[in-house]
């Protein structure tokens, strides 16, 4: 007999077990949430002020908290800044903290609220967890005291740290993470020295947690997805939306089909900062999602997740971002390239003159080649192809290569790169590949409406991203957003920060 067939009953047996483990689901739930904010003071508040504004918020939340339970979700997430709000000082944010223990402890704030000193908001969310037996996922913020002994002690005599928190179903704090890239504008918090990788384990799979800005670097993020194989991202967030490419809902849904995970977003909603989108994202699309910028009211999603989607049948393939591009002569290039600004950086575009064909526009070392055929080419629309390759500097540093299918504001070609909210001319088909130098793309393709489209788009094993069937809506863009970690520049030095 061969080896392989003795063999075959175990492997028969493995993938079965295989098999039942992909098949594994849970409800998740996360909760976009207006927040109450104090009044802008630069005088810190009474510590009794502060915990009665974070009770008020957590007076929502729990509302929340109960209905996700009571519709079976095991795991609800809340979006940063989401029980104190924003734009504080160093000295303001104060009265807000709690020292936030290292989860090694073993700690059931609800039942041992005074182990630690006095802990309020870490009680009730614990409480909250326990008393609806559903994981619990808040984002408050720590303060760790410190004295000359250390020399990078702050002058005030304490860190203060941007702190993501999660409480198992019955209260227990399971994870801390401190939030490592911080936003500009977020000068009441330090930096951890180092970034933090969290992961805990649950009878739904394995996860990981970061904090907003964080999607867009290499720590912790991609680390928590590559080496310590998380199956569901834990992601609060205070998303301040930026089209074409950065709106919440379209940059981290193409996050969770970029590396192959769940995320879970919660965004706090506050229309005139532009905060608002909010999903349980798959990393075949969005379960769940919503982007309201007409109400000021909070928001409730529930979902079934696969809770390890990387086993999952449905799980996309490796892919090989550039094989596609590089194995092809350009398309025609018509001569007629411009350039055009989008969110500060200088796009290569050109102009899709034709109902439909084959294009390629180039800038330094990225080829971005499009196939498509609009529905109708309407004289009142005109669409371009871009491409960039180089180092973004508007709020934060980072190396991008982006190809780019969009609709320009106007046809004044002069408006291309601006933001446009609605388009009215469908696809039967698109097909956008690149020849990137990075492995890590984000595929993003966003409806009028600021609308995503879940199932109507996937990515083939060489890199094409293609559409399935003529798009439901029209389109607003079709995006490659390619980060290339290794051309970033050397990482914010924690000890100047
Ligand atoms: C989309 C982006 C990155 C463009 O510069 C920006 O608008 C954004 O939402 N940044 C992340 C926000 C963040 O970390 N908020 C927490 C403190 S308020």
Redesign the pocket.
Known sequence: MLPSQALLPAVLFALAALRALASDTFLAAVYEHAVILPHATQEPVPASDALALMNRNMDVLEGAIKEAAQQGAHIIVTP??GIYG?RFTRESIYPYLEDVPDPAVNWIPCTDPSRFGPAPVQERLSCMARNNSIYVVANIGDKKLCDSSDPSCPKDGRYQY?TDVVFDAQGKLVARYH?Y??????NQFNYPKEPEAVTFETPFGKFGIF??????FYEPAVVLVSKMQVDTVLFP??????LPF???IE?HSAWAMGMGVNVLAANTHNTS???TGSGIYAPTGARAYSYNMKTEDGHLLIAELDAHPRLSPASPPAVSWNSYALSVERFSQNGHEFTGII?EDPFTFTELTKPGGNVTVCQKDLCCHLSYKMAEKRDDEVYVLGAFDGLHV???QYYLQICTLLKCPSTNLSTCGQPVETAQTKFDMFSLSGTFGTSYIFPEVLYSGVQLAPGEFEVLADGRLINRNTTSKPVLSVTLFGRWYEKDPPSMDQASA
Not at 181 to 186: I, P, R, W
Request: charged share 20%; aromatic share 20%.
């Open positions: 940063e800044d924003w941007n939030k890239n911080l936003f500009l504008g977020e904090t907003c800005f964080d999607i867009l967030t205070a998303w301040m939306n930026v950065l709106t919440a940059f900062m532009e905060m969110f508007f709020e934060g």
